[in-house]
């Protein structure tokens, strides 16, 4: 049974920087690609970024694009998610994802395990 943790959630001004990072309890190779999902309050869980098994492929949402990057380190077991310049609207709990395939990776449903999810916070 795979396990995924998140963590480095927190509350940050307006242009700060936040890295979260998600640890697996299982290989993390074994999951072709790693995806960060973010749901604000009252709205859907829409996909953040994902990356590939080597890295290779990765894919970042447009409301995001140039502020964000997804990486893995698979020694380590976990996927990261830099984000800067980071806006207001940009408030919600994070959850990192694991899918079996990088085929559909934009679907939520490609993915089998989903972390707890981290409470991220832009405020003034």
């Known amino acids: 049974q795979v396990q995924l943790v998140e963590s480095g959630g927190g509350l940050v001004q307006p242009g700060g920087s936040l890295k979260l990072s998600c640890a697996a309890s299982?290989?993390?190779?074994?999951?072709?690609?790693m995806g960060w999902y973010r749901q604000a309050p009252g709205k859907q869980r829409d996909l953040v970024a994902a990356?590939?098994?080597?890295?290779?492929?990765?894919f970042s949402g447009d409301s995001v694009k140039g502020r964000i990057t997804i990486s893995r380190d698979n020694a380590k077991n976990t996927v990261y998610l830099q984000m800067d310049n980071l806006k207001l609207e940009d408030t919600a709990v994070y959850y990192c994802?694991?899918?079996?395939?990088?085929?559909?990776?934009?679907?939520?449903?490609?993915?089998?395990?989903w972390g707890q999810g981290t409470q991220v916070t832009v405020s003034a």
């Open positions: 994802a694991a899918a079996p395939t990088f085929v559909g990776y934009q679907r939520e449903s490609t993915y089998n395990y």
């Open positions: 299982g290989v993390i190779l074994n999951f072709n690609t």
């Open positions: 990356i590939s098994k080597t890295g290779g492929s990765t």
